[in-house]
């Protein structure tokens, strides 16, 4: 079992900036890759950004160049720092980590509003 916590979500205006961080625990030595994802209220939940083991990295298009994922492996602490937030980047924003099948974190709101 994996267990995720996320931190750091709030509400920023246009154009500000937050970090996301997820705190792995448990059987961490199986996970394989670490994701962020996002749900905006009606819609999918979508992946935004993911990284693996080796450090390789992926982004969704819509927030290619503004957002950078990244993980301290002494701690195996994952990031999401959003920089240039557009209210459509208002969603919960969720932790998932791949190891023999999924896990999630429980969520944390980012709001981009004036």
């Known amino acids: 079992q994996v267990q995720l916590v996320e931190s750091g979500g709030g509400l920023v205006q246009p154009g500000g900036s937050l970090r996301l961080s997820c705190v792995p625990s448990g059987s961490i030595f199986s996970i394989t890759a670490m994701a962020w994802y996002r749900q905006a209220p009606g819609k999918r939940r979508d992946l935004v950004a993911a990284i693996t083991s080796s450090g390789r990295t992926n982004y969704a298009d819509s927030v290619r160049g503004r957002f950078t994922i990244s993980k301290n492996n002494a701690n195996n602490t994952m990031y999401l720092q959003m920089d240039s937030l557009k209210p459509e980047d208002t969603a919960v924003y969720y932790c998932?980590?791949?190891?023999?099948?999924?896990?999630w974190g429980q969520g944390t709101q980012v709001t981009v509003s004036s």
């Open positions: 998932n980590a791949l190891a023999t099948y999924p896990f």
